[in-house]
């Protein structure tokens, strides 16, 4: 440049009012793009928060379960017919199901006919004896006295008390009501129009005429004098109903001594009806529901029963997976890193092999599920579902990510450490398996850790090589037909029973907690040994 | 039998590491050895491991043929033709020659369990004894070779050397084995649906009649439907990972500071660890009934598992992918270009938008092509929230179904290995592999050809 241009064109504006605004507009625009950037982060951080909450909020019911807590009496001509107060045998053929049936049945003597009956069963899990059957035979001199057990609830049951499904609304009595029996079908009368509130929800017709209620109008029960009556037909003041569960005496309540309850969702749309609820309430009444930890859920395998359903065969199935994995794969991936970083000549074969293990580790992980099909079920005859077959795909599938983290775990060692071995001596063997190989641990521990826990979470090709069967025991060794953790989110995922819906996500948090356990330890592995040189 | 041959072999190795060590000792002092004791024993250990590792991978299944061959010869000779029958009844031979099964056998199959049972003896007395005798002689052999001058180091060296190289194979013969598998079930498949129908068709119905005279026997395998599918979702994925992850990309590498850092970082990491059927059961299970909710008080009318949800989830599964690779290419911009654009007086934003990604575009590029193989290839979310009905549509509100969902769909379950219904899953898996492979080989390429343009 020559200072021959003519001074006219050399000056700037940048004090007119347009440069200015050219300036603010420039400003304005810096800041958008922050702000799209910032964005950017926020939405995905809110998803991540989505997420988790959306699973943990599902999940987290699970951990707990409702269960009557009642006194049963161990019947010895039940349990124990031959009077041998042999274990193995009360185990084997005691009807404990049937003791606690009639348990549950004493403390209702009003419900007799079958149907109710049936009814009065239906709160009970099909598991409902366990905690029975275990105290009796591990202890037989129980036959013929009266113990205190925990007693499992039916699924819908445990959903009822922990509120999801319907919508309760209880309100107090502001008069004074008096039923006009205590069994069968009556009517009370209220002094301050109690009813109005409830009729006028349900109102139909513009008549002053009381309302008959059907099935498809949300439920009215009125809980007085230690009784149910379930609302029939409901004027303002006066409400005929069928009693659900007696009332002790048809003395009248006082004001606040008795309320209106509401269930919003109609009885037709439950899956409890209306005298099963009552049945509930009255338990817990007693005193007789108690909230617990779920236990079960990591101590039993899959059931098709979501009260009964655990997640310990798919614990295990995956304990049994990524042992097979991990060792298949830290070995070959260590070995082969070593070899492409320290010892691979630089010539075609090398390249070939170094461009075969990115592509590899960019291929979709069905296609593994294929090859493990095809090549290890089809070809080979190994045994299918079986952890074996799962841990030899998920080895080849985490394998490029062990290798390329290995690699670099080799390459961040200074070669001055590797000269200093040769200096002295040590063949190019010794120095990098006594020198270079444990100051590349750390990192290659931590590659490994990460690939261990993608194999832990991935799925799609476990499905391929048939983990998916409905496998209710605890698989003991690595041929025994397993599922594995994410698959077991993948088939309660798909069960239409609302009480799966919980499960699943409980197995989703536990899942996600291995994953944060390992990734953490990889994390503290890496602050805590990873040199800088 | 498999335990009794490592319980040899183990005992052998001790053995012959020791007496190589000891051998190597008594030879002369470590100043006359030419190899530390250390390697006349791995060298011993070696020549005991070589020949019985390699008796039990050749003889193991030889054995086992025969001795199956002959059991259900015994039971009936018309069963050899019969692939399911055979291996249905082999497993009830064997359940029967182990005492598992279940009811009393048949005598004819008790029949061929004895038979199987004698002959595995005998194999496995033959194995055994083989493998202990070769590995005494390979010991033997070992410990001759050893002397004060003898070269163990080098030899063990060599034989270490080339057990590295097999190990560092096995990617490679994995490779092999993926193209394998699904490159003969597809040419079968083949044989049975013409290339032509399967690439240009318009119908997708894998179900194939039980008997020939069903009606809608032949089923219809016409891709198409599929890859619009595919591609329908992907286009989702990437509108939201595609800006969301460049952005985030920006921002982490340009404008945040180290304490921002270390909390949006972890943010997108712990999003990337998360399983995917994790992502599922959220897009299957909540996402696609609020989408539902959402389209359908502004009157829309939203499928249950439209695509929309599928493609949302995917596109937050990607975002981590796509900001991390972009971060390392804005990243490995050179600082002197950003300082040459401020110096001319350029803000910050105009700098990244005029200057570094311009220089960045190569892996930019490369990193979004990455991102689409990735959500092509993705099963688990798309299995969960996607549909089975191969709807030809582009509308997001509709049920899609895609390449993953049709493998697995039809994969998982018993299948008979011959009905077109099974190779074509194959034969698609192929087509994914082989479309995922052309992206990133495309992808590498872009990065290799462009990637020292700035240095």
Not at chain 1, 341 to 358: D, H, M, S
Not at chain 2, 160 to 185: P, Q, W
Request: glycine share 8%; charged share 15%.
């Amino acid at each position: 440049m020559t200072d021959t241009t003519s001074q006219a064109a050399r000056s700037i504006d940048f004090e007119s009012d347009a440069a200015r605004a050219r300036i603010k507009a420039r400003y304005r625009a810096e800041r958008r793009f922050r702000f799209y950037g910032l964005a950017a982060i926020g939405i995905t951080t809110l998803f991540l928060i989505v997420v988790l909450s959306d699973i943990v909020a599902k999940g987290l019911p699970a951990f707990t379960q409702y269960v009557l807590v009642m006194k049963v009496d161990v019947d010895a001509s039940l349990v124990d017919p031959k009077d041998a107060r042999n274990p193995a045998d009360i185990r084997a053929t005691g009807d404990f199901d049937a003791l606690v049936r009639n348990a549950l049945r004493a403390q209702f003597p009003e419900v007799n006919a079958r149907s109710e009956r049936r009814q009065l069963d239906s709160i009970l899990s099909t598991g409902a004896a366990d905690a029975l059957r275990e105290r009796v035979t591990s202890d037989p001199a129980l036959i013929g006295q009266t113990v205190t057990v925990p007693v499992l609830l039916s699924s819908d049951a445990d959903l009822y008390f922990k509120g999801i499904g319907t919508q309760v609304v209880r309100t107090a009595g502001r008069g004074t009501a008096t039923p006009s029996g205590t069994s069968g079908e009556i009517e009370i009368a209220s002094t301050s129009g109690d009813f109005a509130i409830a009729l006028a929800r349900v109102r139909q017709s513009d008549a002053a005429e009381p309302e008959a209620l059907n099935e498809q109008m949300p439920s009215l029960l009125v809980a007085i004098n230690g009784g149910m009556v379930k609302i029939t037909e409901i004027g303002a003041d006066r409400a005929k109903g069928n009693v659900y569960l007696p009332l002790t005496s048809a003395a009248p309540a006082a004001p606040g001594q008795w309320q209106v309850v509401t269930y919003a969702t109609p009885e037709g749309n439950r899956r409890l009806n209306d005298r099963v609820v009552t049945w509930l309430e009255s338990l817990k009444e007693r005193g007789e529901i108690e909230r617990r930890f779920n236990w079960r859920f990591f101590t039993s395998g899959d059931s098709r029963e979501p009260e009964l359903a655990g997640i310990r065969g798919a614990l295990v199935g995956s304990a049994l997976t990524l042992l097979v994995t991990l060792v298949l794969c830290l070995p070959i991936g260590v070995a082969g890193a070593i070899y492409l970083e320290e010892f691979a000549p630089k010539n075609r074969v090398t390249e070939i092999i170094e461009i075969n293990i990115n592509n590899l580790a960019a291929v979709p992980s069905i296609v593994f599920g294929l090859l493990g099909l095809a090549v290890f079920l089809n070809f080979f005859g190994l045994p299918r579902s079986a952890p074996l077959v799962g841990g030899l795909v998920l080895a080849l599938l985490v394998l490029p990510t062990i290798i390329i983290a290995s690699r670099a775990a080799l390459k961040a060692v200074p070669p001055s450490i590797k000269e200093a071995a040769l200096g002295v001596g040590a063949s190019h063997q010794q120095a990098i398996f006594h020198h270079v190989l444990p100051l590349a641990m750390p990192g290659i521990m931590t590659g490994t850790i990460i690939g261990m826990a993608h194999a832990l979470g991935e799925t799609a090709p476990l499905l391929m090589i048939g983990m998916v069967a409905f496998i209710v025991e605890t698989p003991l060794s690595i041929t025994d037909a397993a599922t594995v953790l994410p698959v077991q989110i993948f088939l309660w995922s798909d069960l239409p029973e609302i009480g799966f819906q919980a499960r699943t996500a409980a197995a989703i948090m536990v899942l996600l907690a291995f994953l944060f356990l390992m990734n953490g330890t990889a994390i503290i592995l890496r602050r805590r040994f990873e040199r800088r040189w | 039998m498999t335990s009794l041959y490592f319980l040899g072999l183990a005992a052998l190795v001790v053995a012959g590491y020791m007496l190589g060590r000891s051998r190597a000792v008594a030879a002369g002092q470590t100043n006359v050895l030419h190899s530390r004791p250390g390697y006349h024993g791995a060298f011993v250990v070696i020549s005991v491991l070589v020949p019985m590792l390699l008796i039990f991978a050749v003889a193991l299944p030889i054995a086992d043929r025969i001795v199956n061959m002959q059991a259900i010869e015994a039971l009936d000779p018309a069963l050899a033709g019969d692939d399911l029958k055979r291996g249905a009844a082999l497993r009830d031979i064997v359940a029967v020659a182990t005492g598992r099964y279940a009811g009393t056998p048949s005598r004819a199959l008790q029949n061929a369990a004895n038979v199987y049972a004698s002959l595995r003896a005998w194999t496995d007395t033959i194995i055994v004894g083989a493998g202990w005798i070769f590995g005494l002689l390979g010991a033997a052999y070992g410990l001759r070779s050893l002397s004060a001058q003898f070269r163990a180091r080098n030899r063990v060296e060599t034989v270490v050397k080339y057990v590295l190289l097999a190990a560092a194979c096995v990617a490679v013969l994995t490779t092999i084995g993926i193209v394998f598998s699904v490159l003969f079930e597809t040419i079968r498949f083949f044989q049975k649906v013409s290339p032509v129908d399967f690439l240009t068709g318009l119908h997708w119905s894998p179900q194939t009649a039980i008997r020939a005279d069903q009606v809608g026997s032949s089923g219809a395998f016409g891709i198409v439907p599929l890859v619009t599918g595919t591609l329908l979702i992907t286009l989702i994925a990437m509108l939201i990972a595609g800006p969301i992850g460049l952005f985030a990309a920006i921002y982490m590498a340009e404008y945040a500071t180290p304490r921002f850092r270390a909390f949006a970082k972890p943010v997108l990491e712990i999003l990337a660890g998360i399983p995917t059927v994790v992502l599922g059961f959220f897009a299957a299970l909540s996402l696609a009934p609020w989408v539902r909710a959402a389209g359908e008080s502004v009157g829309l009318n939203v499928a249950s598992e439209s695509a929309l949800a599928a493609g949302i989830v995917m596109g937050m599964m990607i975002i981590p992918f796509v900001s991390s690779l972009s971060d390392d290419v804005i990243n490995a911009v050179p600082q002197s270009l950003r300082d040459g654009s401020y110096a001319m007086g350029a803000t910050q934003s105009e700098t990244i938008r005029k200057v570094v990604l311009p220089a960045a575009l190569p892996g930019i590029v490369s990193a979004f092509m990455l991102a689409i193989s990735r959500a092509v290839g993705e099963t688990m979310i798309v299995v969960m929230a996607a549909g089975l009905a191969a709807n030809l549509t582009f509308n997001p509100l509709d049920a899609v179904t895609t390449f993953t969902v049709q493998i697995k769909t039809i994969l998982v379950g018993d299948q008979e290995f011959d009905s077109a219904k099974t190779l074509s899953a194959f034969a698609l898996g192929f087509v994914l592999f082989f479309f995922t492979l052309m992206l990133n080989v495309i992808a590498m390429q872009i990065v290799k050809r462009y990637r020292e343009q700035y240095d």
